[in-house]
């Protein structure tokens, strides 16, 4: 059964900092989505990684994976209000799997 | 370009009534995926429909059922709603079938009393 873990699911940070988010995944993926989430809103897609050492990148925000280590990462750049939202990451397996999200909270 | 649109916004139902959720896909995808969003978790697949057929369920009961019509727009019912069912249903369509990018509609918020 495919599990997705992310860590943390809670942060807190100022702006300005740089900080990353992990998701691992128990087996293997072709395919890995990293989506952002406002209070009370949908889903919006940031980033999708097809293949090992992928790595994309979108203003502040970067994401890598490593599907060796079956391992993937979102890096937030020198922080912004605006980047406070819910992130989460899923992995597909014929049907997404998702994580349990990243609440981040920037505070100026 | 048409994006995924969801109807209706909100619904507020009693435990053992039947609810039916709509979705119309972006414009030219025709698989559409529904999801169960509870509040503060991530969300969990109920089923695909690809060209009118289910193509793909998760871990949901039968109650949960769906339909997809020739225009590629979907609907997913609820039948003997439960107050665990209240939470997000998100629709999202695709280009074809499978593990292709979804683009997510707003959702319909449902709260069970």
């Known amino acids: 059964e495919l599990k997705v873990e992310q860590n943390p699911l809670f942060l807190s940070m100022q702006e300005g900092k740089n900080y990353t988010i992990y998701c691992n995944y128990s087996?293997?993926?072709?395919?890995l989505y990293w989506y952002r989430q406002d209070p009370g809103k949908s889903l919006e897609s940031l980033f999708v990684l097809l293949s090992n050492g992928a790595v994309k990148q979108e203003g502040r925000l970067m994401a890598s994976l490593d599907t060796k280590a079956r391992l993937s990462t979102l890096h937030i750049t020198a922080a912004v209000h605006d980047l406070s939202a819910t992130y989460f990451c899923a992995v597909s397996n014929y049907q997404l799997i998702w994580g349990a999200g990243t609440k981040l909270i920037i505070k100026p | 370009e048409t994006g995924v649109t969801q109807s209706p916004t909100h619904l507020i139902k009693t435990r053992g009534q039947q609810v039916t959720l709509r979705c119309s896909s972006q414009?030219?995808?025709?698989?559409v995926s529904w999801y169960q969003q509870a509040l503060g978790q991530g969300p969990q697949f109920i089923f695909q429909?690809?060209?009118?057929?289910?193509?793909g369920r998760g871990n949901f009961p039968p109650r949960f059922s769906g339909l997809q019509f020739p225009n590629y727009s979907s609907e997913l019912n609820v039948n003997a709603l439960e107050l665990d069912d209240s939470a997000l249903y998100l629709c999202a369509s695709s280009l074809r079938q499978g593990n292709a990018a979804q683009y997510f509609g707003p959702g319909t918020r449902l709260l069970v009393l």
């Open positions: 429909y690809y060209r009118e057929e289910e193509n």
């Open positions: 414009s030219g995808h025709n698989t």
């Open positions: 087996t293997t993926s072709d395919r």
